[in-house]
């Protein structure tokens, strides 16, 4: 595993506990993260996790939801 490598794992954590919190939208978090572009961010979860940004979050709402 490459530095950089290490470095996107060790953002899309840092995303996935952002939009696990849920008080940032995507675009929100992207930028937290260190993505100037969304796109580029929207990509790299999706290659990450095999779900968009959004579709996360969603998911993460719901799951707070049944919570409750």
Do not use: D, W
Request: proline share 1%.
């Amino acid at each position: 595993s490459s530095i950089s490598q290490y470095i996107i794992e060790e953002r899309m954590k840092l995303a996935a506990e952002m939009l696990r919190n849920g008080t940032l939208g995507v675009n929100a978090v992207a930028e937290q993260v260190g993505y100037r572009y969304y796109s580029n961010f929207h990509l790299a979860f999706k290659k990450y996790f095999g779900c968009t940004p959004g579709q996360y979050h969603e998911e993460q709402i719901k799951k707070g939801e049944k919570q409750k």
